[in-house]
């Protein structure tokens, strides 16, 4: 995702309630999925799972029918990035990660929550060790979101810090 994009999903969990300190650790899940650059454009292969959360199946049809109603595309980055906000508000498929995020007290917890809470990735039939291996392995991008989303050298509290970091405040 563009760095504006990220710059409004950040704020969007943190006016929902999540501590800002804790959003590197979604970055993190959700880089586990589309990279560290979270494109918007990226479709699976395999099983054709799409974008930065790479939704599939039913995630994916709502998804398809979220962008549709608003004119845009499901590939368009601000489309998911407002989806992804979307789903933690209203979504039936990621009930309970919102209230989840909320108590979350480190980047490494909301790592966790988000990963097998929001994105649940296909580990149904594998070990709890193993899910614990490939949460700890989307952690390893943690420290490079802590700086990516930092402005002034901190990391923002919401919406109006970004304004400001992108010209509209200040």
């Known amino acids: 995702?563009?760095?504006?994009?990220?710059?409004?999903?950040?704020?969007?969990?943190?006016d929902r309630g999540v501590s800002a300190?804790?959003?590197?650790?979604?970055?993190?899940?959700?880089s586990g999925e589309s990279s560290k650059r979270l494109d918007p454009n990226l479709v699976n292969k395999d099983g054709g799972a799409t974008g930065?959360?790479?939704?599939?199946?039913?995630?994916?049809?709502?998804?398809?029918k979220f962008a549709e109603s608003r004119g845009t595309h499901m590939f368009d980055g601000d489309t998911q990035v407002d989806y992804v906000l979307h789903e933690l508000d209203v979504g039936k498929h990621t009930a309970g990660s919102l209230e989840s995020l909320r108590k979350a007290k480190t980047p490494?917890?909301?790592?966790?929550?988000?990963?097998?809470?929001?994105?649940?990735?296909?580990?149904?039939?594998?070990?709890?060790k193993a899910r614990a291996a490939h949460v700890a392995q989307r952690g390893q991008a943690i420290p490079h979101f802590s700086e990516v989303l930092k402005v002034d050298g901190k990391m923002p509290e919401g919406a109006a810090d970004w304004q400001n970091a992108v010209g509209g405040g200040k």
């Not at 300190?21 to 959700?30: K, R």
């Open 108 to 128: 490494e917890q909301a790592n966790n929550i988000w990963t097998r809470q929001f994105e649940r990735p296909f580990l149904n039939d594998v070990s709890e």
């Open 21 to 30: 300190n804790v959003t590197p650790g979604v970055f993190a899940s959700l």
């Open 52 to 64: 930065i959360a790479q939704w599939l199946g039913p995630r994916k049809k709502e998804l398809g």
């Open 1 to 14: 995702l563009a760095q504006t994009q990220m710059r409004r999903l950040q704020p969007g969990l943190v």
